[in-house]
Every structure is written in structure tokens, then in C-alpha cells.
């Protein structure tokens, strides 16, 4: 079984930055890529960003580029989230997610692609 445990939530103003951080473990061989995705209030849940590991090439959504940075320790399997410049609309839980199984299609960022997610953490972003 795998693990896939989220931290770092919590209650932000608009424009302010928050760092996420991921840990993953439990019995797998490979990680190909970890991911974050988000599901805001009446929304579907969405692809935020992703590291490949064997490379640690970067993939981000559009609404994100330029303000979220991914990153990734190899040694201890975590991926951090830092977001600066956070709106009121990026309000959300935020899903950490691991790739281990290899796929075909090579996607960074499709949901059904990732092989285990967290609990979620919750972001929210008020004045």
C-alpha cells in the first residue's frame, strides 16, 4: 500500500505565498512524476502541477505558471508546492498525487494517470 500525506494548509490573504509539501512511501518501486491538483468549491478537480523525476522537468497549469513553483527531493520522496501571489479563486483543497506505474501515453498531468493521492490539504485565500 502506498501513502501520499500532505501538509502545509492553512488560511492565507491575497497575494501572500504558502508552501506545500508532500511525502510519499509504502511498497512501490518507481516514481515516475508527483503531481498537485486542486478542487475549488463547485469545481471539478484540476491539474496544478507536476515534476518528472528521473529529470525534474516541470509541468504547470496556465493559471499557475509564473507563481507556483514545483519542486522535488529524490533522497526523501517528498514534492513541495510553493504558490506566491495567491487569488481568492485558488481557494481549494489541494491533492498531492504519485505516479508509479509507467504509462504509455508519457502524461504529466492526467488524473487517471496517477496511481495514489492524499487526503487533501485545505488553502484558503480571504482578506
Known amino acids: 500500500q502506498v501513502q501520499v500525506v500532505e501538509s502545509g494548509g492553512g488560511l492565507v490573504q491575497p497575494g501572500a505565498s504558502l508552501r506545500l509539501s508532500c511525502a510519499a512511501s509504502g511498497r512501490y518501486f518507481t516514481t515516475y512524476t508527483m503531481g498537485w491538483f486542486r478542487r475549488a468549491p463547485g469545481k471539478e478537480r484540476e491539474f496544478v502541477a507536476s515534476?518528472?523525476?528521473?529529470?525534474?522537468?516541470?509541468y504547470y497549469s496556465d493559471a499557475v505558471k509564473g507563481r507556483f513553483t514545483i519542486s522535488r527531493d529524490n533522497a526523501e520522496n517528498t514534492v513541495s508546492l510553493r504558490m506566491s501571489s495567491l487569488k481568492p479563486d485558488e481557494t481549494a483543497v489541494y491533492y498531492c498525487a504519485i505516479q508509479y506505474r509507467k504509462y504509455s501515453s508519457g502524461s504529466h498531468s492526467d488524473q487517471s494517470e496517477f496511481d495514489a493521492w492524499g487526503q487533501g490539504t485545505q488553502v484558503t485565500v480571504s482578506s
Open positions: 515534476i518528472a523525476w528521473s529529470d525534474g522537468r516541470q
